[in-house]
């Protein structure tokens, strides 16, 4: 069994703390994405599991062993980076074997578990080349049959894909994702790509400065953000915000510039007199006739994407000129059949239960309408 615990993880260095407390279980089996922008703490975090960096305080397990103090080949891990880091005078299959011969295994050992990884990852007719004789994608497959052939009780992938083209990083992760399920190994990934993070993903982390704002699964996440900062991080083209005011009796929900996006059958009369942030999807919005409109959005600028086409704009009174609209960006998305142009006004009403009230001074999540 090969469950990962942290329990009060932190990582400091000096007295800046870049981890402020991670507590979770990963289980056997179990393929977890930490996802986060740059400088968020997600590559310290799987460093410290793989014993590359060292934990300030608290305690990281593997199969039940607190592995604080281990050396990393005594951690039973193996890990995938994302510059390959291969040999360029072995060939591919002594970049695979090598780790096993420092094992001291032996050569039908080391022969039979080669050959199994390299059928697996469709390397078979490549063995005798070298690493610059191979493109991105098989030297990435290379440094996956590395890891595999060690038989580890956890893969640990430190943003594997970064350097390949969009096209192969799609064939690439869908090919992990498959590996993974065969092998049944346990798996914490790293990536800044949320789309890879969604795809790949039974559980994510998301980090945000050395904080693990949520862990669920991506479905739950997309859903139900815990913050402002999930919402705006998951979910491609981001979600929207606008500054919005609940009255009084809670009945009512309105942006700040004199829009309705509620008038019925509302009840937040807890958050009654509350100025919120609303978060809407641009999925979630959808063209309407102007007499059920909520919205009306002057379009700006569209981007046509083939099957969608998403609508960039400002949000404007029903009878509104342009001088008057609203500061914050409004992105929709459309079909791609729908005929929209520069200077159209969409009339526009949001899903049902697809709106997020977020509190404009922390972030948090205060309930769906």
């Known amino acids: 069994m090969a469950e990962i615990g942290f329990a009060g993880v932190k990582k400091s260095y000096g007295d800046t703390r870049v981890i402020h407390g991670i507590d979770m279980q990963i289980a056997d089996g179990e393929f977890v994405v930490i996802v986060g922008p740059s400088g968020c703490g997600k590559s310290t975090l799987l460093r410290m599991v793989a014993g590359l960096e060292t934990i300030t305080e608290g305690e990281i397990s593997i199969g039940g062993r607190v592995v604080n103090g281990l050396e990393p080949k005594d951690r039973d891990i193996a890990m995938v980076f994302q510059n390959y880091a291969l040999y360029p005078h072995m060939s591919v299959y002594e970049n695979m074997a090598y780790g096993l011969k420092i094992a001291k295994m032996s050569k039908a050992e080391i022969e039979q578990r080669v050959q199994a990884a390299a059928g697996m990852l469709e390397l078979g007719h490549l063995l005798q080349r070298k690493p610059r004789q191979l493109s991105g994608g098989q030297r990435q497959r290379v440094?996956?049959?590395?890891?595999?052939?060690?038989?580890?009780?956890?893969?640990?992938?430190?943003?594997?894909?970064?350097?390949?083209?969009?096209k192969l990083r799609v064939q690439m992760r869908l090919e992990i994702k498959q590996l993974q399920r065969r092998l049944g190994t346990t798996s914490l990934y790293v990536t800044h790509d949320q789309v890879e993070a969604m795809t790949l993903a039974d559980r994510l982390i998301v980090m945000n400065a050395g904080v693990a704002e949520q862990i669920d699964t991506p479905m739950a996440i997309y859903e139900r953000p815990a913050s402002q900062f999930v919402a705006g991080f998951i979910g491609s083209p981001a979600m929207n915000f606008l500054p919005a005011e609940i009255s009084g009796d809670g009945r009512r929900l309105s942006l700040t510039h004199g829009l309705d996006l509620r008038s019925q059958g509302l009840d937040l009369g807890n958050l009654g007199g509350r100025t919120v942030r609303v978060g809407v999807r641009p999925e979630h919005l959808r063209l309407v006739?102007?007499?059920?409109?909520?919205?009306?959005?002057?379009?700006?600028?569209?981007?046509?994407?083939?099957?969608d086409l998403l609508a960039h704009g400002h949000l404007v009174p029903a009878e509104g000129a342009p001088s008057e609209a609203a500061e914050e960006i409004v992105t929709v998305r459309l079909p791609g059949v729908a005929r929209v142009r520069e200077g159209d006004t969409l009339t526009l009403r949001a899903a049902e239960d697809s709106l997020h009230l977020f509190d404009p001074e922390t972030g948090k999540r205060l309930a769906d309408v």
């Open 289 to 307: 006739d102007t007499a059920e409109a909520e919205l009306h959005l002057l379009v700006r600028l569209v981007e046509t994407l083939g099957a």
């Open 143 to 166: 440094a996956m049959g590395r890891a595999i052939v060690r038989d580890p009780s956890t893969f640990l992938f430190d943003e594997p894909l970064s350097n390949l083209d969009a």
